[in-house]
């Protein structure tokens, strides 16, 4: 089965860091771009972060970069995000999101990790 | 950048209808626009890509069509578990979303 599965949201305090991973099973992980997609609580959906099936090209939106890093470890089938300098408004549902090939559509998605940040 | 909107925001309808929703890019995105639909508590699902693509597995009373700035989504006879909220998507950006329920 293709399977995309979040870890490690939690809370934390404003300021602090957070590393988020994203396990991937059932398809070929190396060959997939990758994105993280975030949702705060009530809102709508907001792309955060991009990268290539090798790794060598990355995005992110302009509300984190500089804070966050994405990371993929095509070894491991894992995606990663390195979240630093948290502040309250990073506070939301954070989903691991494949591209499908060509078309810019995430095919598959992860079932989300919650993050919250407050003191 | 290019900004995503859709139209309407919210809408109440009957098991039986026919609804249509509309996203409108504020320039040219060729055919590059994704639909989804997303329940409360759960992930966003791929139901249209490239404008017009039933993603496998999505019942065929969904479609869509459009090119350039104006695409629709069609869902010709809603179904109780259609409603949900609709977003488009194109590149980096999601459209705001359409709240689709029961009236």
């Known amino acids: 089965e293709v399977q995309l599965v979040e870890s490690g949201g939690g809370l934390v305090q404003p300021g602090g860091s957070l590393r988020l991973s994203c396990a991937a099973s059932?398809?070929?992980?190396?060959?997939?771009?990758m994105n993280w997609v975030r949702q705060a609580p009530g809102k709508g959906l907001e792309w955060i972060s991009y990268i290539t099936s090798s790794g060598t090209t990355i995005y992110y939106a302009d509300s984190v970069r500089g804070r966050f890093t994405i990371s993929k470890d095509n070894a491991k089938n894992s995606l990663y995000l390195q979240m630093s300098s948290l502040r309250a408004e990073d506070t939301a549902v954070y989903y691991c999101?494949?591209?499908?090939?060509?078309?810019?559509?995430?095919?598959?998605w992860g079932q989300g990790t919650m993050v919250t940040v407050s003191s | 950048d290019i900004q995503m909107t859709q139209s309407p925001s919210s809408l109440s309808a009957s098991v039986g209808d026919r609804v249509t929703i509309t996203c409108r890019a504020s320039q040219s995105i060729t055919s590059y626009l994704n639909w989804y639909q997303q329940k409360p508590g759960k992930a966003p699902k791929l139901v249209i890509y490239?404008?017009?693509n039933l993603q496998s597995g999505v019942p065929s009373r969904f479609s869509g069509s459009g090119s350039g700035t104006d695409f629709t989504l069609t869902i010709s006879s809603l179904q109780p578990e259609d409603f949900a909220t609709y977003y488009c998507?194109?590149?980096?950006?999601f459209g705001p979303g359409t709240k689709v329920d029961i009236k």
């Open positions: 490239a404008a017009s």
């Open positions: 059932g398809f070929t992980f190396s060959s997939y771009e």
């Open positions: 998507q194109q590149g980096f950006t």
């Open positions: 999101a494949r591209e499908r090939t060509a078309f810019g559509a995430f095919d598959i």
